[in-house]
């Protein structure tokens, strides 16, 4: 797929036909193929898409932190002005402390079990520089804005003798503490309970009106897509299938991949007892079918999807989409 969205034009992100690949000893997985999106200041973007469909590895190459066996193959990759595959590693690394930051889903992975809450936080600030009792004061501010408790208190705590919700609050202050450019944040509050969640989430939204910080997210969960996204991608088998301003995408969803979603995933004030499962498997990215990848899975598939890839291609008021039905009926 090599049609670009139009990109916006104050542009923070621009992923431009990226291909990444793992190479196993089965053969080449091809976690993601072609992908183009663009995003702007202050913009929410969200990924949706099955299990394994290439949304953290997308994620991961923003990041430059695609793990081995995995290489991003082709593509371009620039926030704001700077090239993020032509750099080096070190320049690379200043980007993702300075501008770039991304919220993983098990905070604890990422949060040093050796360091009090505080100096987590205060070490980030202080990488501007900032001498340590400004960015220690500042560290308890940071806890305060992500609505952590008493927040010179818990600073002296250490990640185990803090909540999972608190984790998470802790590890967005880290991430929020030098308010990036773009923050990515992948299944955010998933292990998080509803009320956590909400919390994190406004406070995320709250972030992105008040300082132009974009946010890449991605959830399974439709219902917080519906809240807080102001375009959505949908991915599947590596590519993205659809993009659309999140109304549109809900209300007219182009895509036969994106309606069955739809009826598959959670969504707003919807009773778990409407879901729908979506029939057949996301393919073995290895081998992956002749055509649209989708077609054995597709009830709409035409003759030609098992032999053509359908091209993305630009719709109108910002949205594209990869399907030959499209290109038949609209
Ligand atoms: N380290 C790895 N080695 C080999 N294959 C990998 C590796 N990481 C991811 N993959 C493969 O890349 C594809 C995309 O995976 P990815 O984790 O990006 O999917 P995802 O959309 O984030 O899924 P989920 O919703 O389950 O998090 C999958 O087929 C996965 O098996
Ligand atoms: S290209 Fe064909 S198989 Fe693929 S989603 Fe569209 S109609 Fe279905
Ligand atoms: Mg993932």
Not at 168 to 194: F, K, Y
Request: glycine share 8%.
């Amino acid at each position: 797929m090599k049609v670009m969205a139009a990109p916006p034009e104050t542009a923070i992100l621009q992923v431009d036909d990226l291909s990444v690949c793992f190479e196993t000893s089965r053969g080449s997985v091809q976690a993601v193929s072609g992908v183009s999106f663009a995003m702007a200041k202050g913009e929410v973007y969200a990924l949706v898409g099955e299990s394994g469909c290439g949304k953290s590895t997308t994620a991961l190459a923003v990041m430059r932190l695609v793990p081995p066996p995995g290489r991003i193959r082709r593509g371009h990759i620039r926030l704001g002005d700077e090239d993020l595959l032509a750099l080096s590693d070190e320049a690379m690394a200043d980007v993702r402390g300075r501008r770039l930051a991304m919220i993983f889903q098990n905070p604890l992975v990422s949060l040093n079990p050796v360091y009090r809450a505080g100096s987590q936080i205060e070490e980030a600030i202080s990488l501007d520089s900032v001498p340590r009792p400004v960015a220690w004061r500042r560290a308890i501010e940071v806890l305060g804005r992500v609505r952590i408790g008493d927040p010179a208190e818990r600073a002296l705590r250490y990640p185990h003798e803090l909540s999972g919700g608190m984790r998470q609050r802790v590890m967005t202050g880290m991430m929020i503490s030098r308010t990036p450019d773009l923050l990515i944040a992948d299944e955010p509050t998933t292990a998080l309970d509803v009320t956590i969640q909400a919390r994190i989430l406004d406070l995320l939204m709250d972030l992105c009106s008040h300082s132009g910080m974009a946010l890449l997210i991605i959830t399974h969960d439709l219902g917080i897509v519906a809240e807080i996204a102001d375009r959505v991608g949908v991915m599947y088998a590596g590519s993205l299938v659809e993009q659309a301003p999140v109304y549109e995408l809900y209300e007219d969803p182009l895509h036969p991949y994106t309606r069955m979603l739809m009826r598959a995933l959670p969504r707003l004030g919807k009773g778990q007892g409407r879901l729908e499962t979506i029939p057949g498997s996301v393919p073995d990215l290895i081998a992956l079918p002749a055509g649209c990848a989708f077609h054995p899975r597709c009830p709409e598939r035409l003759a030609i999807c098992a032999s053509q890839t359908p091209v993305s291609r630009v719709v109108g008021g910002g949205r594209t989409v990869a399907c030959h039905r499209g290109e038949v009926d609209r």
